[in-house]
């Protein structure tokens, strides 16, 4: 069965980096696209991009260029969000979730990890 | 860019009342629309797909309809392990973007 298994909870500093991991198994992980979502306390879900596994090719949300970086291992089915120069507003939950692309183009996420919070603080 | 509306932001219904729920894109998205279900802690899960498509394994009470511009997602009988805040996403292709919108928080009265 497919499985999106995330690195566990990080507390970072202003200013830091953070890396999140998310680990598939159960199908090709170079056949779908994966994505990174986050959810900041209270608040809706963001999205804030996507890499292609098998090109590694992205795609970044405008509000996160710049300071984000997705890559993959496939050697290893793994997918990796890092986002610099982090703030307090960057606390949140980050998620990743698999893309699903129907034949006439329209796309949805079938499949999520558990959830990684990042907690940024001084 | 493509922004999204939901309505109402909020909801309180009984067991067994329907639920509606509506969301509206500022231009049209075809049938380019999800609706997700994310329980307090959880991560969202798929119900609905291009606009209509119940997701294998969803209940039948969840139903969803729309193109264009106007979208309307349906709990025909609500149930107490329905309670959770309802989002919709499109999907745009020129650059890729997925805009969710900003959900609707559903409780038992």
């Known amino acids: 069965q497919v499985q999106l298994v995330q690195s566990g909870a990080e507390v970072k500093k202003p200013g830091a980096s953070v890396k999140v991991s998310c680990k598939a198994s159960?199908?090709?992980?170079?056949?779908?696209?994966m994505h990174w979502v986050r959810q900041a306390p209270g608040q809706g879900l963001e999205w804030m991009g996507r890499?292609?596994?098998?090109?590694?090719?992205?795609n970044y949300a405008q509000k996160f260029q710049g300071r984000v970086t997705m890559t993959r291992d496939t050697s290893i089915s793994t997918a990796y969000m890092e986002l610099s120069r982090l703030r307090s507003d960057d606390t949140a939950v980050y998620y990743c979730?698999?893309?699903?692309?129907?034949?006439?183009?329209?796309?949805?996420?079938?499949?999520w990890g558990q959830g990684t919070l990042v907690t940024v603080s001084s | 860019d493509i922004q999204m509306t939901q309505s109402p932001s909020s909801l309180s219904a009984s067991v067994g009342d329907r639920v509606t729920i509506t969301c509206q894109a500022s231009?049209?998205?075809?049938?380019?629309l999800n609706w997700y279900q994310q329980k307090p802690g959880k991560a969202p899960k798929l119900l609905i797909y291009d606009a209509s498509n119940l997701e294998t394994g969803v209940p039948s009470r969840f139903s969803g309809s729309g193109s264009g511009t106007d979208f309307t997602f349906t709990i025909s009988s609500l149930q107490p392990e329905d309670i959770a805040t309802y989002y919709c996403q499109q999907y745009d292709n020129l650059p890729p973007l997925f805009t969710f919108g900003p959900g609707t928080k559903v409780d038992i009265k």
């Open positions: 231009q049209d998205i075809s049938n380019y």
């Open positions: 890499i292609n596994p098998n090109s590694g090719g992205t």
């Open positions: 159960g199908y090709t992980f170079t056949g779908y696209y």
């Open positions: 979730a698999r893309e699903i692309v129907a034949a006439a183009g329209q796309r949805h996420f079938d499949y």
